[in-house]
């Protein structure tokens, strides 16, 4: 069965600084990958995806990942991070091939900016 | 707009009670989910439906029930089987056209017993 691990539960970072949040999966083929963002008492909203093609992906707000074939990673990364990205982001895995492939989530991981 | 609604945001339980939770979807999706959130353990599927009239246990179904009689609408009930209710639970929709794009989410419904 598919699993993804998010090295890190809490990741703090200054307002300015680099955000670099880490998501490894474990299947030998390639699934779809996705980072999603959740706030406070919310849903979850998608920051981008891998599906095929360029293995550097830009999402919203500033965000993006480089899927590493040779890694089994998908890591997030920002440049410079706000004091509005201060939330929890969920690494997910979809097999590949499947009409309605169950999406499967990390254990999440909260970032914190501070000033 | 379309989207996924959920209802209601807070709910709360008494002990040995069954509470249902109430989705509902315009995207015109065709499968559903329902999720689980505890903190510090992501999200954890309870049931899925692909299908009106059909749906499948995801991996942590005891305790819950679903139905699916109408495609829009995808409610979950706590049943009193259920031993640790209190959770922050997700439903999701989504359609083989976006299946690569992932899930959409409703704003999830807070469950706590008292």
């Known amino acids: 069965a598919q699993s993804v691990t998010q090295l890190g539960s809490h990741v703090s970072v200054s307002e300015g600084a680099l955000v670099l949040l880490r998501c490894n999966y474990s299947?030998?083929?390639?699934?779809?990958l996705f980072w999603y963002v959740q706030y406070p008492n919310q849903g979850l909203q998608l920051l981008l995806k891998y599906t095929t093609g360029a293995t550097l992906v830009k999402g919203i707000n500033g965000f993006e990942a480089e899927f590493k074939k040779s890694e089994t990673s998908f890591h997030l990364t920002k440049p410079s991070a706000h004091m509005s990205d201060a939330a929890e982001y969920f690494c997910a895995v979809k097999d590949r091939g499947t009409s309605y492939g169950k999406l499967t989530f990390g254990q999440g991981t909260i970032l914190t900016v501070h000033p | 707009d379309g989207g996924i609604t959920q209802s209601p945001k807070y709910l709360f339980r008494k002990e040995g009670q069954n509470v249902t939770l109430s989705c509902e979807q315009n995207l015109n999706h065709d499968a559903m989910y329902w999720y689980r959130q505890d903190p510090g353990q992501g999200l954890r599927l309870i049931y899925y439906?692909?299908?009106?009239?059909?749906?499948q246990k995801g991996d942590i179904a005891e305790g819950y029930s679903v139905s699916r009689e109408k495609k829009e609408s995808f409610p979950l009930t706590v049943t009193s089987a259920q031993k640790n209710p209190t959770a922050f639970y997700l439903c999701?929709?989504?359609?083989?056209?976006?299946?690569?794009?992932?899930?959409?989410f409703g704003s999830g419904t807070r469950l706590t017993v008292v």
């Open positions: 999701a929709s989504s359609t083989p056209r976006t299946e690569m794009g992932g899930y959409t």
């Open positions: 299947s030998s083929v390639p699934p779809y």
């Open positions: 439906s692909q299908i009106v009239n059909d749906f």
